[in-house]
């Protein structure tokens, strides 16, 4: 293995450790306090968080196993165990959201309440996860990694799951727009199963 792609290798992992890092602290949060305030995209978010360290941890292994010089076909097969993985997580995932954001639209469980500690936490993701997302695409292109570029869109959709969940949560303690929660909720379902089915299948888009 060349100096040049150790080192990028290396680069991956720090941004991995990084990622599992920030979204165990960014899951515990944002679950803890979207059931205090029944938010279910507060939920939805943190669970999505889950989500992410699992994929993180996983296309981690993944770069180390490489760097621990693993034949190129061991590696692709771990790159298309790690994509299929982390997409049904996330189908999983808009599976649980739109079942529970259904079921509050309807009138069934708890309104949700105002969120601060939501939206601080998910005011600071839309700093973090967009640059942890663009470190790791561009390590990507430069390994010729599928299953790191795939991790960081994955990475890049949470920046944009931040957006929509904090703009639920705003109108929410701002308007006391009840619904606004549930209804946010269901506009992250078409991304999350987007990129579920896309891991999945073991693509990725290569646009920015």
């Known amino acids: 293995m060349d100096e040049r792609r150790g080192k990028l290798l290396r680069r991956g992992l720090?941004?991995?450790?990084?990622?599992?890092?920030?979204?165990?602290?960014?899951?515990?949060?944002?679950?803890?306090?979207?059931?205090?305030?029944?938010?279910?995209?507060?939920?939805?978010?943190?669970?999505d968080s889950f989500?992410?360290?699992?994929?993180?941890?996983?296309v981690g292994w993944r770069l180390w196993v490489e760097l621990r010089g693993r034949s190129p076909e061991a590696t692709e097969r771990i790159e298309?165990?790690?994509?299929?993985?982390?997409?049904?997580?996330?189908?999983?995932?808009?599976?649980?959201?739109?079942v529970d954001a259904g079921r509050r639209l309807l009138g069934f469980g708890r309104e949700a309440e105002e969120s601060l500690v939501g939206?601080?936490?998910?005011?600071?993701?839309?700093?973090?996860?967009?640059?942890?997302g663009w470190g790791k695409l561009?390590?990507?292109?430069?390994?010729?990694?599928?299953?790191?570029?795939?991790?960081?869109?994955?990475?890049?959709a949470?920046?944009?799951?931040s957006l929509t969940t904090l703009a639920g949560l705003v109108l929410n303690a701002w308007k006391g727009w009840w619904w606004a929660d549930p209804a946010a909720a269901l506009v992250l379902v078409p991304l999350i199963a987007r990129e579920g089915l896309e891991g999945w299948k073991g693509e990725c888009d290569d646009d920015d």
């Open 119 to 132: 939206i601080v936490l998910t005011s600071v993701s839309l700093v973090v996860m967009p640059f942890l």
């Open 80 to 98: 298309r165990t790690t994509s299929r993985i982390a997409g049904g997580l996330l189908l999983v995932l808009a599976a649980y959201i739109v």
């Open 158 to 161: 949470c920046a944009w799951l």
């Open 51 to 58: 989500v992410e360290t699992a994929s993180a941890a996983i």
């Open 138 to 156: 561009r390590t990507a292109r430069a390994l010729g990694s599928g299953a790191l570029r795939a991790d960081a869109y994955e990475t890049i």
């Open 14 to 47: 720090r941004l991995e450790g990084a990622t599992m890092g920030w979204n165990v602290l960014e899951g515990v949060v944002a679950v803890a306090a979207g059931a205090a305030s029944a938010s279910v995209a507060l939920i939805g978010f943190g669970i």
